[in-house]
C-alpha cells in the first residue's frame, strides 16, 4: 500500500490547514489510520488515529479540541484538519496504516507514507 500525505504549508499561528492522506489501494479501508508528527530534533510522536469505519478516533492531548480527524473510505482518504495552530505545531506530518490499534503507540503501523511539511510561524 502507497500513501501520500499533502496540504502542507506555511501559516499564521492561530490559522488551519488540512492535511490530506491519500491511499493506493481499496484494502485501506481494511486499516486504522495514524497521524503523526516529527519536529526538527525531536522524536516522532503520535497526533491522532481513526479507526477503520471512521467512527472511533484518539488524539494527543496537545491537539485536543484543535484538530480532527476524519475520514472518506469511499475516496481512499483520511484528513487531518489542523484548527488554531501554534508554532510548536511545526513539523513533518506523516499518516500511516495498521491492523492493529495501539495508538498512541505506533508499533501497530505497517505502512508510513511520505510526509508533508507544516510551519506555523508566529
Known amino acids: 500500500v502507497q500513501l501520500q500525505a499533502s496540504g502542507g504549508g506555511l501559516v499564521l499561528a492561530g490559522g488551519s490547514l488540512r492535511l490530506s492522506c491519500a491511499a493506493s489501494?481499496?484494502?485501506?479501508?481494511?486499516?486504522?489510520v495514524g497521524w503523526f508528527r516529527r519536529a526538527p530534533g525531536k522524536e516522532r510522536e503520535f497526533v491522532g488515529g481513526?479507526?477503520?469505519?471512521?467512527?472511533?478516533?484518539s488524539s494527543a492531548d496537545s491537539v485536543k479540541g484543535r484538530f480532527i480527524i476524519s475520514r472518506d473510505t469511499a475516496k481512499n482518504m483520511v484528513y487531518l484538519q489542523m484548527n488554531s495552530l501554534k508554532p510548536e505545531d511545526t513539523a513533518v506530518y506523516y499518516c500511516?496504516?495498521?491492523?492493529?490499534?495501539?495508538?498512541?503507540?505506533?508499533?501497530?503501523?505497517?505502512?508510513w507514507g511520505k510526509g508533508t511539511q507544516v510551519t506555523v510561524s508566529s
Open positions: 489501494e481499496r484494502t485501506f479501508m481494511n486499516y486504522h
Open positions: 500511516a496504516l495498521g491492523r492493529r490499534w495501539t495508538f498512541p503507540n505506533s508499533s501497530g503501523m505497517d505502512y
Open positions: 481513526i479507526n477503520r469505519s471512521g467512527t472511533t478516533g
